[in-house]
Nanobody, 120 residues
Framework: QVQLVESGGGLVQPGGSLRLSCAPSGGIFGGGPMGWYRQAPGKQRELVAFLADGNTNYAGSVKGRFTMSRDNAKNTVYLQMNSLKPEDTAVYYC???????????????WGQGTQVTVSS
């Protein structure tokens, strides 16, 4: 089964840090744009960080606190989150194209989501 597997979420106090990871299973990243999104209860899913053509852009609410990076050797993309605030509480999703090993096709996938809760 081809999927994006996320990890790293959890409960953290305000001001703390977490690092989310996202890696493809059943394939490799397709080389196109990839992003981290989040969805808080009762709100629409929003873009947090976006990596394309070697450039990363961030939502204004996380700029300076979050860093998106990619490790090609590990075939993993990360979201380092520092100075976390209660308003960062949400389910975080990664989105990327995967080159599927079994079909040799490029398909876009969403991760299953990982919960981040910022609370004292």
């Amino acid at each position: 089964q081809v999927q994006l597997v996320e990890s790293g979420g959890g409960l953290v106090q305000p001001g703390g840090s977490l690092r989310l990871s996202c890696a493809p299973s059943g394939g490799i990243f397709g080389g196109g744009p990839m992003g981290w999104y989040r969805q808080a209860p009762g709100k629409q899913r929003e873009l947090v960080a976006f990596l394309a053509d070697g450039n990363t852009n961030y939502a204004g609410s996380v700029k300076g606190r979050f860093t998106m990076s990619r490790d090609n050797a590990k075939n993993t993309v990360y979201l380092q989150m520092n100075s976390l605030k209660p308003e960062d509480t949400a389910v975080y999703y990664c989105n990327a194209d995967i080159f599927e090993s079994h079909s040799r096709r490029l398909q876009n996938y969403w991760g299953q989501g990982t919960q981040v809760t910022v609370s004292s």
